[in-house]
């Protein structure tokens, strides 16, 4: 008889929640008694999962954005997480934490170059953090295309995590083992771990079957096992957002220790995680991708770039996209003519920034790798302000702007805050006007329940860096000039 093993997949995020100019995030209505839905969520879920053990037992994600407040607000919490990765690591050789897209940006609607950053930061992130390169990336929303998953073979990541209806076969697929995905060229294929959407889907959803550990291993995971009695170690995958554990369902903290620590072992299912999975079972069949897919959108991926019916009423996601998109790119263009006089290498330039950002090397020690000739300071002023507009422009497609069905809501509106701070930080360096093409883009972008509109969030968050500036109050990126 083979090995019965469970792996619980937790994916942690939260939507950017700071104010965009000054990285702190105000009061929040409906998180009391706390501050804000961040400290709310915190003792509700980060804190008590930290005290329980169980980020050293489930395989899991957390956003950096996230682990970025995190840090600052609870280091004691912050740090028995990485702890509990690393133990794993130093044990086995492998860690159960994946790394994540570093903006939650939706991949299959970004150009391939903004593909290759928001791997490269998400990566260069969980080695900052974890000491360790990720074997696994947790793709936002799990959305993907071949495109993206090459772009991660290429940045060395061996493996992620999809919805069972994301792939295809010629042949039933059981979902009870990772599977090859074929990449194009000489590549190794990518590993792709299926989670079982029954169980995933119960955890989730239904209330009544995680209120017993020790019920739901016997009437939910313990059925998953009985399809198969080829007598081949098998694997079933439970994922869901991890904040369900404590703060979407109460004491399910307390059910997710149980599991991990008595209910499965009671009935000799062992407890694993993908990386240690595969040092033993590699995957030994092919499947084909269905691209432009998520976990989250039953129309593929058109929640965040159009209206469907998992957010009816929502017409002013698909002018919010274009704008942003238009926006995006003139904002590169800009960089790009400005930077070819001092390096070829203007887009590894940005993506090494992250570094600069992580605090790990200082912005002229990242010039001189790039920059040969001697720069006055208005040189490097001006640079650090293009560098800065490059991370608000990755901002701008953080995938919660276009997750709701209101546009009145914070995190389209914090979307495009970033893009303001963007065009006003390019427009200091290259002396051209894009308020105005950025205003008559917006303008199509308006609630259908409030009236609120685009071009009139755009202008109020363009007049208040310019405010924030003049003031000079510390902007939230330490790694500007416009900081100091």
């Known amino acids: 008889m083979g090995l019965n093993s469970v792996c619980v997949h937790a994916h942690f995020y939260q939507p950017p929640r700071e104010d965009p100019l000054s990285g702190h995030i105000p009061d929040e209505q409906g998180a009391e008694p706390y501050r804000n839905w961040n400290e709310r969520i915190h003792a509700e879920c980060y804190l008590p999962n930290a005290d329980l053990g169980n980020f050293g037992k489930v395989s899991f994600n957390i956003g950096p954005t996230l682990l970025n407040w995190m840090e600052e607000y609870d280091p004691h919490t912050y740090q028995a997480i990485i702890t509990q990765e690393k133990l794993n690591f130093e044990q086995y050789g492998v860690g159960n934490g994946m790394a994540q897209a570093y903006n939650h940006i939706i991949l299959p609607l970004a150009n391939k170059r903004d593909k290759i950053t928001q791997i490269q930061w998400g990566i260069a992130d969980f080695q900052h953090r974890f000491g360790h390169m990720p074997l696994g990336m947790w793709l936002p929303e799990t959305a993907v295309d071949m495109e993206t998953l090459v772009d991660l073979a290429d940045n060395q990541i061996k493996f992620t995590i999809l919805a069972p209806w994301q792939v295809e076969a010629q042949e039933p697929i059981s979902g009870d083992e990772p599977y090859w995905v074929a990449l194009p060229g000489d590549r190794d294929p990518m590993i792709v771990f299926l989670y079982n959407r029954g169980l995933s889907t119960s955890v989730s959803f239904q209330n009544d079957a ?52 008595g209910a499965l072992h009671r009935r000799q299912v062992e407890i694993t995680y993908p990386g240690l999975w595969l040092r033993d079972h590699q995957p030994s069949k092919f499947i084909k991708l269905n691209e432009y897919t998520s976990w989250s959108c039953h129309h593929g991926i058109v929640r965040w770039m159009g209206e469907c019916d998992c957010t009816p009423g929502a017409s002013w996601k698909a002018p919010l996209r274009w704008g942003l998109e238009k926006l995006a790119e003139d904002v590169d263009e800009e960089y790009q003519r400005f930077m070819t006089s001092y390096t070829r290498l203007k887009w590894q330039l940005r993506n090494d920034y992250i570094h600069v950002f992580l605090g790990e090397i200082s912005l002229n020690e990242l010039l001189e790798r790039y920059i040969k000739q001697s720069l006055t300071n208005g040189e490097k002023e001006n640079i650090s302000k293009l560098l800065a507009a490059q991370f608000e422009r990755q901002r701008i497609f953080t995938s919660c702007g276009w997750f709701f069905d209101s546009f009145h809501r914070i995190e389209p509106q914090n979307n495009i805050a970033y893009a303001a701070q963007a065009v006003w930080l390019t427009e200091q360096v290259a002396g051209v006007d894009l308020k105005a093409k950025a205003i008559a883009l917006l303008r199509k972008v308006q609630d259908q329940r409030t009236g609120l509109r685009g071009d009139t969030v755009f202008l109020e968050r363009y007049q208040r860096m310019q405010t924030f500036a003049e003031d000079k109050n510390a902007y939230f990126n330490p790694s500007s000039s416009f900081s100091n």
Request: glycine share 6%; aromatic share 12%.
């Open 210 to 261: 995680t209120r017993n550990a020790d019920q739901f291993v016997e009437q939910w995971v313990m059925p998953s096992f009985m399809s198969s009695s080829d007598g081949q170690d098998r694997l079933q995958l439970i994922a869901s957002d991890g904040e369900l554990y404590g703060h979407h369902k109460t004491y399910r903290d307390k059910f997710l220790a149980h599991m991990l620590n």
